[in-house]
């Protein structure tokens, strides 16, 4: 049986995301949490294949309406779990470019493709596109 000495310095290949201290010495500069839009106001997130149609019901919870997608042809009641790199980690109740939205729906969970911008709905009706 082959023995290493202990010195040796053991690589994998890991997403540099899915490191713990990458994760958590990240600027968020990319992207909001739910929690800085009022409750009632809209979002449109624009990921790799679809556009969503983001409404926010209470900000603290993370409870939305969500329309877009394959699994969300009509406003279906949800709730935003967060930003995620598909199970590494999960920013709760953020939205970052780069990143899935973790959305769950009844007993399911739906992970969406990569953020690619983002835009909140004014109060006049316009929008504004918040980070791409």
């Given at each position: ?54 409404t926010v ?5 993370g409870e ?6 394959q699994f ?61």
């Amino acid at each position: 049986m082959e023995t290493k000495d202990s010195s040796e310095a053991i690589t994998s290949n890991v997403r540099a995301g899915a490191i713990l201290d990458t994760w958590s010495n990240d600027p968020w500069a990319n992207g909001i949490q739910i929690e800085q839009i009022e409750d009632m106001q809209k979002l449109f997130v624009q990921t790799k294949n679809s556009l969503y149609e983001i409404t926010v019901i209470d900000r603290w919870s993370g409870e939305i309406l969500v329309r877009g997608g394959q699994f969300f042809p009509e406003l279906t009641p949800a709730q935003l779990a967060g930003a995620t790199l598909w199970g590494s980690f999960l920013k709760m109740r953020g939205i970052y470019v780069g990143f899935a939205m973790e959305i769950n729906a009844g007993d399911q969970r739906f992970l969406t493709t990569r953020v690619r911008e983002i835009a909140v709905e004014k109060p006049d009706a316009n929008y504004e596109l918040l980070f791409h």
